[in-house]
């Protein structure tokens, strides 16, 4: 056995976690254990980001925004509601690559992916994270402040 497969087994043992534990349950330990946050809301940001990476690495750019667009970050800590940002915007920018994409982002964990629709006018919600519209929701140019362009640089 090697020296960390002992340590694996030792830890399980001592705290009475049963082996063969899924990946996604050691994960979330980890994260918990980092994060230093009660329990149930890192498993549940952990777990959202998580299952948001496999769906991007897996291709499937429109499932990984839907997960974390059903993220609840109002009680996530300062640095859960920057991870899943960070990861949604990575996931945003693949997936609305373009020059007529803009970002617009009202606050902190809060941000909406728009484009162009109609006269210009108006621009439609293609994705959101922390806030209540939805896409295709279709809002003011005048009433926004801070677009910046999807692609590139940071938002």
Known sequence: MTMATTTMNTAATETGDRPGRSLEELVDRVFEALLGAAPEPVQSTARLVHEARRLRQAGDLDGALAVLASADLKGATDQETRWAYAEWLDVARRRFAGPEAVVY???????????????????????????????????????????????????
């Open 105 to 155: 982002s009202p606050g902190t964990g809060r941000v909406a992916v728009l484009a162009p629709s109609g006269d210009g006018s108006t621009l439609e919600v293609l994705a959101v994270l922390g806030m209540r519209w939805r896409p295709g929701k279709t809002v003011s140019r005048r009433s926004l402040r801070g677009l910046r362009p999807a692609t590139g640089g940071s938002a």
